[in-house]
């Protein structure tokens, strides 16, 4: 098994102070929505997409450290017990913490870490998605609480764990085979 894991922090939980205003056909086309805003606070998800079957497997926690990543990967674990799980991940301090090493050591040759180079996380694919995820969910998304806004993200990635798709890199190739000069692979 191999996830392509990254943590999605500062979800923003945010609230409407007024209601939003229908549209009004012949004087308002959209939906009007006033600029104020509640904050109800902060989420973090913590994500990974298995690379071979394209399931997410996700968890979100209202706080970010090593003893969340730390469940994460005992979820995991519950799930495959079985299972080597390789973790394509960036260089963030709480993947390599001295509390992450110690559970580590609990489970010896279960878990083996890519890391990916610095500066450069958006090779990650689960990357992909969470720019998918913000572009279509998130933006613009107005909830009543905390408890509200983790609840539609999982609705979200549990539909979309209904038909898991298999990402695949594209790079159009073939174009630079039909380029004067092209290079040849």
């Known amino acids: ?29 959209t939906i009007a929505r006033d600029y104020e805003y509640k904050r109800h606070g902060t989420i973090s998800l913590l994500a990974g997409i298995d690379l071979i079957s394209g399931r997410i497997y996700y968890k979100v926690f209202e706080q970010h450290r090593s003893c969340e990543f730390i469940e994460y990967l ?10 080597k799980i390789i973790i394509i991940l960036d260089n ?9 090493q110690e559970y580590l050591a609990t489970v010896p ?5 890519v890391f990916t180079p610095k500066h450069a996380s958006w090779l990650n694919i689960i990357e992909s998605f969470f720019s998918k995820m913000v572009r279509s969910v998130l933006r613009g ?10 609840e539609r993200i999982s609705q979200y990635i ?9 990402f695949t890199w594209r790079y159009k190739m073939e174009e ?10």
């Open 1 to 29: 098994m191999i996830i392509s894991y990254d943590e999605k922090p500062g979800i923003q939980a945010i609230g409407n102070v007024y209601p939003d205003l229908m549209p009004v056909e012949g004087h308002y086309s």
């Open 158 to 166: 549990n539909k979309l764990n209904e038909k898991p798709v298999l």
């Open 141 to 150: 998304i107005r909830v009543d609480s905390i408890k509200e806004l983790k």
């Open 176 to 185: 630079m085979d039909e380029m004067p000069g092209g290079i040849t692979i």
């Open 92 to 100: 963030l301090k709480i993947h390599t913490s001295e509390e992450t």
């Open 109 to 113: 040759d279960k878990f083996e870490f």
């Open 74 to 83: 005992k979820e995991l674990v519950s799930m495959f017990p079985e299972e």
